[in-house]
């Protein structure tokens, strides 16, 4: 069974520009999730998707924002980029939203900002 | 607000050692809770995971934890620790109502010929 995958791995973008960022889970899982990971403040949760609908959010600025489609796939939209937004962006995926339900991750997207 | 804390952001053992990684977590009722290995350049790796049940818990790599609510600790272990464990080491709890992983700060650990 394949794994998540994250699209793109790698991006550079300047202050001031939007991102998309892509996530696929793995077949059959419904709910996912996504991480901001940085040197400064660790693993931080932005916010969690199922059915197509945000359960959970982070704490994290408006300019941060997701979706997620039918097929369970999932995007996440930075705007108005800030250096501070550099990051490696993690997604998550699980089966369901228990807790006892493990977060599959993916290898992640690095986030350089200029 | 649910915490979770790693003691020590950095831990040497020499290879064949004992390797202990702290975990403490500030919850009112148990969570759920999770030991990830982080490798360069890539995402989070499953180590183990305690839902309910036995409080030793076994897991990939010949790791272990064992869940002691009285502490509420969740100490990691591994007797005899080999060169490919260098990597970083995360603690995280989910409440379970919300649904999102609460991280430890992570602890790096090396491995020493």
């Known amino acids: 069974k394949a794994g998540v995958t994250q699209t793109p791995r790698y991006l550079i973008k300047t202050r001031g520009q939007q991102v998309t960022l892509s996530c696929s889970p793995i077949s059959g899982h419904r709910s996912v999730s996504w991480y901001q990971q940085t040197p400064g403040q660790g693993l931080q949760f932005l916010f969690e998707y199922f059915s197509e609908t945000q359960r959970n959010k982070g704490n994290f600025p408006g300019r941060f924002s997701g979706r997620q489609f039918s097929n369970s796939r999932s995007e996440m939209n930075v705007s108005t980029l800030e250096l501070g937004d550099s990051a490696l962006y993690l997604c998550a995926s699980s089966l369901g939203r228990g807790g006892n339900n493990e977060q599959f991750f993916g290898p992640g997207t690095r986030l350089t900002v200029l | 607000a649910q915490s979770v804390t790693q003691l020590g952001s950095h831990v040497s053992v020499s290879e064949g050692a004992l390797v202990l990684l702290r975990c403490n977590y500030s919850s009112s009722v148990p969570p759920y809770l999770f030991w990830y ?42 007797p005899s620790a080999h060169m490919s464990d260098a990597a970083e080491y995360f603690c995280a709890a989910d409440s379970g109502s919300a649904r999102q992983l609460t991280f430890g700060s992570g602890t790096q650990l090396t491995v020493l010929p």
């Open chain 2, 37 to 78: 290995v982080q490798y360069p350049n890539q995402g989070l790796q499953l180590l183990l995971k305690y839902t309910t049940g036995a409080t030793l818990v076994k897991g990939i790599n010949g790791f272990e934890a064992e869940f002691k609510k009285s502490e509420t600790s969740f100490h990691l272990t591994k």
